[in-house]
């Protein structure tokens, strides 16, 4: 059974650093498939960022140059680190793992408040 587990999120102020891990279990860890996923009340849930499943790396056009998303094979997380971060990336984050197809819903994680908010 895939479990993912994200930790990392709370309240900062604009311009400010956010670290987000996702703890990875039941799979045998890879970052490829891996990503970060989030949204907002009203809203459909948006890619942030990823590894695809052939290894590349994704953003969202509205986080490129901010934020950036690594893993760490050791500790199986993959994480996203947030900076300059703005009252619109204010949303639940959420871990995801597509195991075969990057087009596949994949596994979820419980997801992690992110507010950015002065």
């Known amino acids: 059974q895939v479990h993912l587990v994200e930790f990392g999120g709370g309240l900062v102020q604009p311009g400010g650093s956010l670290r987000l891990s996702c703890a990875a279990s039941?799979?045998?860890?890879?970052?490829?498939?891996m990503g970060w996923y989030r949204q907002v009340p009203g809203k459909q849930r948006e890619l942030v960022a990823r590894?695809?499943?052939?290894?590349?790396?994704n953003y969202a056009e509205s986080v490129k140059g901010r934020f950036a998303i690594s893993s760490d094979n050791a500790k199986s997380t993959v994480n996203l680190q947030m900076n300059s971060l703005k009252p619109e990336d204010t949303a639940v984050y959420y871990c995801?793992?597509?195991?075969?197809?990057?087009?596949?819903?994949?596994?979820w994680g419980q997801g992690t408040q992110v507010t950015v908010s002065s």
């Open positions: 590894f695809t499943i052939s290894g590349s790396t």
């Open positions: 995801n793992f597509k195991q075969y197809s990057d087009n596949a819903n994949g596994y």
């Open positions: 039941g799979i045998i860890f890879r970052a490829n498939g």
